[in-house]
């Protein structure tokens, strides 16, 4: 029996709140991304996460979805396509960098910018709500079990939400296996795996193919 | 198979997403005992509250005290009630001042008699919509209204508004749907019930003898729209679709509905437009066709939903929850339960609904395809255990 720290799963549900913010193009966008509470930066750059959908979304964030699919500006979207908020190292930094996006386009423009004959860009912010989903682990092989098994929202919790909203490094996953197994290279396979994977269950996917290696290379 | 009431949250282990279950037991223990109140015109229906019948249920089994009352009140106030939700929902009505004095009244009679006391405390769509006025201190107050409040009837809404922001938060179904208000906004979809009459598993003898009974044939693909007999609905729309089709695939075209209420009827024009073709089913279903329906999505080979104007249309999700590809317009919240070129498809005329029926048609493993992908995108995103993680959400961040 190992006497290492168990590792609590934690799920969350999710709120949306919907914001009273709207922008119907690129200059309006620039506008409202610098006004909007930072935890609207949050939902709209990692929340969508938790909306399930069935595909990887061509574009990681909704700024970027809602400038392909209504303002049709490819350029525009492929750099806001590639901010970054796990490079970033904090939602203000993600916003900064949105910002800097949005303007640096907006400069070089030679008309005025597209405007939206659809649907406007309505901000929202996610309200979580933490809960313990009952699975615990002490070691690497309960681990896999009850990562196999909790709900999708613990993944958002512990890598997402950890990570990105509450700037904890490499993640929970990682640091746990790191600090109370010791097993410092299989930490930093799981802290290299790819957030932006399309979806939660693909990420899921992924920790556990790197996790069932592991636990074969421990057998020998 | 598990029916009625008595449907216990783990009878959903074997089709909600894995951990969803344990998840939503962990956090009814985390909000065990708090009381949370709902309050309708009906239990039936439509609008969104019949959902209320299971998730009630479940909601006390997780120790959660909740109820479900009922306003009442005579005929005037029903008929009031009905115009302020069709005026609510942007078909211009004649509501006088007489009628919502006598809304305000009944709702101040219901407040005295309910006395709704609890945590949370959810006020369904328009005809209760005045009860606040008699909250008691207390316990939040939601106003949960489940339809399209983008546009509604200038004057009536703003006679409605300032009763609207008496409450600490208004819950809609999609962003769009929402109107301004002063008081936070919150966003829940809508959500089937895979336990229901309506979506539960069925057996290819019980599907066959339900069709054999509708006297519909398999002999050729079908194409099916569920709705009613109204031009909102565009029957003849997809029957021109299917006209277009025909020249190219032996399809067979069943329209299946309620008969239409006075006015806006079109039935006997779809009846007369079926009449030269064996090919065009047209069924008048009867009142609460769920097996029927349940036997007849999952005998189509596509669905076609194609109304110019509808609420959220959780018949999409049902379509796609027995795996098949949707072909759907952009009113209401179709778009956002079709992910198009995944799981179906959404048109913006009769031209386009027939090159996408015909490129499915043409493509048969698409048809699979785009079918399980679909049962899947509902299974995450728009079942009743969503719906109540949703509500659990709720109570959890308002009474915090």
Known sequence: MSTAQPFVFHGCAELRELLGYEAHDAHELLGQVQRVPVESIFCHTAGFLLQRVVIAEAYPNDFALWTATELRDRRLTERLAAVDPFQSGSVEAVRAELVSTIEDHLQHLSAAPARTQGEPFRFFRTHLVPVPTGHQARTLREFRDSLAEVDASALFFHIIEARYRLERGRGDFAEWIDTALGLADLATRLGHIDPYAGSLERIRDRHLSVLNRALEEERG | ?400
């Open chain 2, 1 to 400: 198979m598990a029916q009625g009431s008595w449907v216990k949250l783990d009878d959903y282990r074997t089709v909600a997403p894995r951990g969803a279950v344990d998840f939503l037991l962990r956090m009814g223990e985390r909000l065990r005992g708090r009381r949370f109140v709902h309050v309708s015109a009906s239990r039936y229906g439509g609008g969104g509250v019949e959902v209320l019948n299971r998730l009630v249920p479940i909601l006390n089994d997780l120790g959660i005290e909740t109820n479900w009352e009922i306003v009442i009140g005579g005929a005037d106030f029903d008929a009031t009630a009905n115009a302020v939700g069709k005026g609510l929902a942007g078909i211009e009505q004649v509501i006088t001042e007489t009628m919502l004095q006598n809304l305000q009244a009944t709702s101040l009679d219901n407040a005295r008699r309910l006395r709704p006391e609890g945590d949370l405390v959810m006020v369904h769509d328009a005809a209760p919509l005045l009860l606040v006025e008699g909250r008691s201190s207390g316990g939040c107050w939601v106003w949960r209204y489940h339809g399209d409040l983008s546009s509604p009837q200038s004057k009536l809404w703003n006679a409605l508004r300032p009763f609207a922001q008496k409450y600490d938060g208004a819950v809609f179904s999609l962003a769009r749907f929402a109107a301004p208000v002063s008081v936070p906004r919150f966003l829940i979809q809508p959500s089937i019930d895979p336990l229901s009459e309506r979506n539960r598993d069925m057996t290819r003898g019980e599907q066959a003898s339900q069709l054999e009974r509708l006297r519909v044939p398999r002999d050729k693909p079908i194409l099916l729209q569920v709705g009613p007999f109204e031009r909102l609905h565009d029957p003849l729309g997809v029957v021109n679709a299917y006209r277009l089709v025909k020249k190219h695939h032996d399809v067979r075209l069943v329209l299946a509905g309620a008969a239409p209420g006075p006015g806006g009827g079109v039935l006997d024009e779809v009846r007369e437009a079926a009449s030269r073709d064996p090919d065009i089913i047209v069924l008048g279903l009867p009142p609460d066709p769920q097996t029927e329906l349940n036997a007849l999505e999952r005998a189509a080979a596509i669905v076609i939903q194609k109304p110019q104007r509808t609420d959220f249309g959780v018949d999409v999700a049902a379509a796609m929850w027995k795996g098949k590809p949707v072909i759907g317009s952009l009113a209401g919240g179709l778009p956002d339960q079709i992910v198009f070129n995944v799981t179906g498809y959404t048109v913006e005329t009769v031209e386009g609904a027939a090159f996408r029926i015909r490129h499915l048609l043409g493509n048969p493993e698409l048809i699979g395809r785009m079918g399980a992908a679909g049962r899947e995108h509902v299974r995450r995103n728009f079942l009743i255990t969503r719906h109540l993680g949703d509500y659990l959400a709720l109570l959890a961040h308002l009474t915090r």
